[in-house]
């Protein structure tokens, strides 16, 4: 490199730290400390990928029209931002930095776009399906402290899809299932029926499933059924459970299986008696066990 050259790339350098340390300096009347704080470190990491990848003008604006066309497509029932983060990454990396280990405890997961306030109560043994379609599956289980002591009275919320794939929110008739809550007994213990998961695509017809596809990944989510715990005292916890065997589990489009979080489905054949004694006919069933490990907040 010639003298001159060096020059050159040394002004164009110092160009590029002093723009970003007057933005940084911009900030610093700002009284909040802790927005200070994010909005600095994301103006550093910012500014560094631009000058690292030497963003050109042409992408910062296909940029743009991406965020943009992720926020018109966004309304009251679809939220192409968190489906962004999830896609990402973002969303199991916060659960991951805010969920710090504790030993036993059950893993967090990523929430998803799917959770509605006010799902229907049910009682021990209910049943959350609403009508949707989908083979049956009794759940069952205890929840418990670090101790292995039972907690009565956590709230269990749960949401899951259809066989169609789909929530019930992502219908245009209001109609509500698979999705309710119930809370634990005197000893923990829950049970409830659902619906066997099965796998289903993210949203993918819109800027998301663009870059879905544009960079050859797959939009489908392993199946899950979704947990939400909460108990007085206790960290709340968002989780799922997965189906062990299925085969998209190290392809979950938002990455959020976890080992511990693989748990049996088992099938039982038509006619084999329910552990509540309901009658389903000809129809086959599964079972499944999820004891759930709440920690301290």
């Known amino acids: 490199m010639s003298t001159d050259q060096a020059a050159i790339n040394d002004v164009q350098a110092t160009r590029e730290r002093e723009l970003t340390d007057r933005v940084l300096a911009s900030f610093a009347g700002t009284d909040d400390e802790r927005l200070r704080y994010l909005l600095c470190s994301l103006t550093e990491h910012l500014h560094a990928f631009i000058r690292e990848v030497h963003l050109t003008e042409t992408e910062w604006n296909k940029a743009i029209e991406f965020l943009t066309a992720v926020g018109h497509i966004t309304d009251d029932k679809r939220q192409e931002f968190i489906l962004l983060s999830d896609v990402l990454g973002a969303s199991m990396q916060t659960v991951t930095v805010n969920n710090e280990a504790v030993a036993g405890e059950t893993e ?159 099938e039982q054949s038509a006619g084999t008696p329910t552990p509540d004694g309901r009658d389903l006919g000809n129809r086959t069933w599964t079972r499944t066990r999820f004891d759930i490990v709440l920690v301290n907040a």
């Open 108 to 266: 967090a997961t990523v929430f998803g776009p799917f959770f509605v306030d006010d799902a229907p109560a049910i009682e021990q043994g209910g049943d959350i399906s609403g009508g949707a379609s989908g083979q049956p599956c009794w759940v069952e289980g205890r929840v418990t402290d670090t101790d292995g002591k039972p907690i009565p009275g956590a709230r269990i919320e749960v949401w899951e899809a259809d066989d169609d794939g789909y929530y019930d929110v992502q219908y245009s008739d209001d109609r509500v299932a698979g999705r309710g809550h119930l809370y634990s007994d005197d000893n923990g213990n829950y049970r409830f029926w659902a619906l066997t998961p099965t796998p289903y695509p993210i949203p993918h017809d819109g800027p998301v499933g663009k870059l879905l596809e544009a960079t050859g990944r797959t939009p489908m989510r392993a199946s899950h059924l979704h947990f939400m715990v909460t108990a007085e005292g206790k960290r709340t916890l968002i989780t799922h459970i997965f189906v062990r065997g299925d085969d998209r589990l190290d392809q979950d489009a938002v990455f959020g299986v976890k080992d511990s979080l693989i748990k049996d489905f088992t």
